[in-house]
């Protein structure tokens, strides 16, 4: 067994993540909901043609460049089953985070998500945001880059105070918590969770808030994008208060990602007002 460079990793990667958000558009409009079994909400349902597609073509470079990894990967495809059930590093892939409501219904911007795991922290990130045409990476300690289509990679760090005032929030947020960041004049967007976790990254964003649903807490994708807003210099948190955890079995029920002070004030109290404690 070996573990891939983080460094390898993401120059590796970054190619077929700009292929598989590239094959999402263009099957935008296209696709249909067929879901799958035995899951607990309609949004953890909701499988099209496009998450398969996408996912495969992810799968294609992991294959060729790290067949000794095992995988945690969202959807059930062919070349899942050629990975060895455990190794030293392990890569996770969701191929379209918010297929139901982000991707299908088009509320909010969707993503395209892959991690490398190692020593069960991710060290190195990869979040596309198709629509958007954004693509994020980051390694840990090395800080982080975002490609904007047809462009090559660049050092991002978050904006100065006040470069926007959307705040992107899961779909399920309760009314209460959207309602105490209107008061404080943000205007509330919805997104898919690797989205918001790199909300601050976004032209015209400032925070993002997601809740997890029921007592897992966040999963290990969605904490991905965790990773590359923090080595962009944003305020990443969990329910505490305190930094989100990097080990990915670190309790987080909550993720808050915030440009600035000023921010994470507002989520902090609109998390409050949602009833989970701060």
Not at 105 to 112: D, L
Not at 153 to 170: C, H, K, N
Not at 230 to 257: H, M, N, T
Request: net charge neutral; glycine share 10%.
């Amino acid at each position: 067994m070996t573990t891939p460079v983080p460094r390898a990793f993401v120059a590796s990667m970054l190619p077929a993540l700009r292929q598989a958000a590239a094959v999402a558009r263009a099957l935008e409009g296209r696709v249909v909901n067929s879901p799958k079994e035995r899951e607990a909400t309609p949004s953890k349902a909701a499988l099209t043609m496009a998450d398969t597609a996408a996912q495969e073509t992810l799968l294609v470079t992991v294959w060729e460049r790290f067949p000794f990894v095992s995988l945690e990967a969202e959807e059930d495809t062919p070349t899942v089953h050629r990975f060895p059930i455990h190794g030293e590093a392990r890569v996770v892939i969701d191929p379209i985070d918010g297929t139901l409501h982000s991707y299908l219904e088009g509320r909010g911007p969707y993503a395209i998500m892959v991690g490398l795991v190692v020593a069960n922290r991710i060290e190195a990130a990869l979040v596309a945001l198709p629509r958007e045409g954004l693509f994020f990476d980051a390694t840990r300690g090395n800080g982080a880059r975002v490609t904007r289509v047809g462009g090559v990679p660049r050092f991002v760090r978050v904006p100065a105070p006040e470069a926007g005032r959307r705040i992107l929030v899961s779909h399920e947020l309760p009314d209460a918590a959207k309602q105490k960041l209107h008061a404080r004049g943000y205007e509330v967007v919805h997104g898919a969770g690797g989205a918001i976790a790199v909300a601050p990254l976004v032209p015209g964003v400032c925070a993002g808030l997601r809740i997890a649903r029921g007592h897992k807490g966040i999963s290990s994708r969605g904490r991905i994008g965790a990773l590359i807003a923090a080595e962009a210099g944003a305020l990443v948190r969990c329910e505490s208060g305190k930094e989100f955890p990097s080990e990915l079995d670190g309790s987080a029920r909550a993720l808050l990602v915030a440009s600035h002070r000023d921010d994470m004030d507002a989520l902090e109290e609109a998390l409050a007002a949602a009833g989970v404690a701060s």
